[in-house]
């Protein structure tokens, strides 16, 4: 009898499923984020004024996670320039999906993002040396052309489909830009690079291991983070806009409290998996997104 109660108390779960639950914890709050961004582009806020604002309030929530632990929010000498690195990195590749979700359907700019898994076994084979198998090989083909038929490059269709000469509309009736169109096509190439810098974030987290704590990484991300976001909002889309009634700020504040707990999963679940299975767990978020657009907003 002492031997089963022993037993059961020692039962704990593997580390790798304790990863991989957080990993799908944060794409489901991720999935939501996007929902949230597409209406408050809508009520006029730049993408990248979301991202500076959600790195500011994960800045204070990182450091205040860090001192409750008795961490050095800036980590230990020798052990810093992995956080640093992501740190560039990985808003970079959040903003391209902010971008992507106000200038071209929600639901495009989710799947060409979350194409990371393309190009996560590449960069981990090489800095992790993790194995690459035949089912690597098959899912960077069946996602590569998934990119393709969504991205729907004009050169490339009007190439092997031809054109009918007509022009083709560069917005829908929601403003947002139609496949085929220049507009299209940038916000597109925008959402694909961030996929790559996903992949790089993914492993840098892999590779950061037990020398850094979460923590540090969620607040290295976040302080990085908003010299890039208002640096890049000034630099492409104008001054900062002041939000004009209360909901945009409830909006922008949902946005904040979304990034802060999402990127704390993301990174505790990153360091226990590898970076190849973070990156197709990260998917969850292509149908979460459309699940909620067909409950919330009555679309798909």
Sequence with gaps: LKAVTSARCSFSVPEVYKGALYVFLSAVIFSMMTLWIQTAGEMGIPSFQMMGIRCVMQTFYSAYLCLW??????GT????????IRGFIAPLAAGSLYYGATKIAISDATVLVMSSPIWTPFIAKVVLKEPFRAVNIISIIIGFIGVIFVAQPKFLFDYFLGSDGTEIEDTDDEGKSQPGSVQYTVAALVCVIGAMFYSISFTIIRKSGSTVRYQILVFYYALIGIFTSFGLMLIIQGPFVI?????TWIYLLAIGAGGCIGQTTLNKG???????????IRNADIGLVLLWQLIFLQEI
């Design 69 to 74: 632990v008795d961490l050095n929010p800036f």
């Design 77 to 84: 000498k020798g052990a810093r320039m992995l956080p640093i």
């Design 270 to 280: 990153a360091q226990l998996i590898d970076a190849s299975k973070t990156s197709v």
């Design 243 to 247: 939000p004009k009634d209360l909901t």
